[in-house]
C-alpha cells in the first residue's frame, strides 16, 4: 500500500463506498491528492456487499432491475434487487452464467410480482 499523499485543498479527499450491486453503504474510501488536485466523488459504487457476495460465493444469481429499454452499460437501476439460490439458478436461468444480471422493470415484475 502507497502513503496517502493528502490533497492541498481536500485533505484525505474522503468518498463513500457502496455496493456495486445493491447500494447499500460499505464503507470509505480515501483518495488524497488526485490529479489536478481535484476533488473525489461523493458516491463511489464499487466492490460487493456482505450480503451479495454471499449469494455470489453461494453460486446464487442476483438480479438486479432496470428501467425498461435501457440499453447502456449502466442501466438505470429501480432499486429492487432478489437474489436466488444456486438451485433455482441452474432450474429457472440455467443460460445465465454471471452471477450478476440485469432485468427489465416489465419482465422483473411479472417474474416477481410481491418483491
Known amino acids: 500500500m502507497k502513503d ?13 463506498a457502496h455496493c456495486e450491486c445493491c447500494g447499500k453503504e460499505i464503507g470509505v474510501l480515501l483518495f488524497g491528492k488526485l490529479k489536478d488536485d481535484i476533488e473525489a466523488p461523493r458516491d ?6 456482505e450480503d451479495c457476495q454471499n449469494v455470489v460465493n453461494q453460486q446464487g444469481l442476483l438480479i438486479i432491475e432496470v428501467r425498461d429499454g435501457e440499453t ?3 442501466p438505470y437501476r429501480t432499486g429492487r434487487i432478489v437474489g436466488i439460490t444456486k438451485e433455482a439458478k441452474e432450474r429457472i436461468f440455467k443460460e445465465i452464467e454471471s452471477p450478476i444480471c440485469y432485468m427489465e422493470q416489465s419482465m422483473f415484475t411479472q417474474i416477481f410480482k410481491n418483491v
Open 4 to 16: 496517502l499523499i493528502l490533497s492541498d485543498k481536500y485533505g484525505v479527499n474522503p468518498s463513500v
Open 44 to 49: 463511489v459504487y464499487q466492490g460487493l456487499c
Open 72 to 74: 447502456n452499460k449502466n
